[in-house]
């Protein structure tokens, strides 16, 4: 049986994690702002919510403390928030207030650094213990994009990923950082890959797919350790 730690598993990609990747008598704790519908779920997997705001400085703590020394097999960080008038038509960095700027770097870079630190003495309790960063095409070179503080705290997440990996290697721990493009959010993990398909044509990728990548990974022994990968949706024009 394993024990996942998912965070940003309310709603999107974390909850198709928190649905997809748990098997029954596995044990899951989500940490969102939210309370996730997956709770719900009547399918023997055991779920336990952390209410949690990862833009305060003081929630790793309290993760920690929630968790209670319990061994940690998957460590999923699936947060990633961006400037709120980023990706329109007419965005302009030169008006980003400093406030949000501050913000997106305490939840996309600080909170990650300080949340896996205060687990890894739960993680070392694991004999193949995996920690999966998800990252997004927006942290590549070459992207195109002008949204500084999204892409910044993207390119900082594979930054993250390469030295935490050098860290962790000693216990056997593996660290991967996932980059993929655009998701296909819109459409419930539950309504299947097909209708994907067809509404988006390639232009986004299904839930399916990148659950499917992920339940790869951590299914791999401890002899292998998959650095990073880059999934952009096949017909997508940044990528």
Known sequence: MKNFIIFGASKG????????LPDKGDSVWIVSRSC???????????????????SKSDTSNRISKALDGVRLDVLIYNVGIWESKGFREGYDFENDDPEEIAKIIQVNVTSVITC????LLNLKKSDNAKIILIGSTAG??????????????????????????EHV??????VTCINPGEIATQIAYEEGIEK???????????LQDIVSLVKCIINLSKASCVKEVNIPAMFDTDA
């Open 13 to 20: 990609l974390g909850q198709a994690f928190a649905k997809g």
């Open 140 to 165: 590549l070179e070459n992207n195109q994009l002008t949204q500084i503080s999204f892409v910044a705290s993207k390119f900082g997440l594979r930054g993250i990923g390469n030295s935490l990996r």
């Open 196 to 206: 994907v398909l067809s509404t988006y044509k390639g232009t986004q990728i299904p």
């Open 116 to 119: 896996i630190q205060k687990l």
């Open 169 to 174: 290697k000693k216990y056997g721990i593996s």
């Open 36 to 54: 996730p519908e997956s709770l719900i779920f009547k399918d023997g997997v055991n779920r336990y919510w952390i209410e949690a705001d990862l």
